[in-house]
Nanobody, 126 residues
Framework: QVQLVESGGGLVQVGGSLTLSCAAS????????MGWFRQAPGKERKFVAA????????KYGDSVKGRFTISRDTTKITTYLQMNSLKPEDTAIYYC???????????????????WGQGTQVTVSS
């Protein structure tokens, strides 16, 4: 059973920064992708960023390119989402997800992911 636990959400002003963390129990897996998605009130859950199990490949949604950075620590336990230059439209619940043995290196489709965290709220105030 894979467990994902997000942390680091909160309230930040426009232009500020925030780092989200996702602790995952993935030691028994050799191939996986970690992704971040977000869901604003009344809207669909959308792709934000993803990273391959070895950190060799990353992918970003168009709305966050150049502002957000996904990374993972060397122990392969925690995945991070560094968010800079935050905008009010970044306000959402952010979810961490894991795709075990992915068909592509960094999947962007919500349906590709097998496990999800409980989400963490990010609110950007103007």
């Amino acid at each position: 059973q894979v467990q994902l636990v997000e942390s680091g959400g909160g309230l930040v002003q426009v232009g500020g920064s925030l780092t989200l963390s996702c602790a995952a129990s993935l030691r028994s897996f050799s191939r996986y992708a970690m992704g971040w998605f977000r869901q604003a009130p009344g809207k669909e859950r959308k792709f934000v960023a993803a990273i391959r199990w070895d950190g060799g490949t990353t992918k970003y949604g168009d709305s966050v390119k150049g502002r957000f950075t996904i990374s993972r620590d060397t122990t392969k336990i925690t995945t991070y989402l560094q968010m800079n230059s935050l905008k009010p439209e970044d306000t959402a619940i952010y979810y961490c997800a894991a795709d075990i043995d992915p068909l592509v290196n960094v999947p962007q489709l919500r349906g590709s992911y097998d496990y999800w965290g409980q989400g963490t709220q990010v609110t950007v105030s103007s």
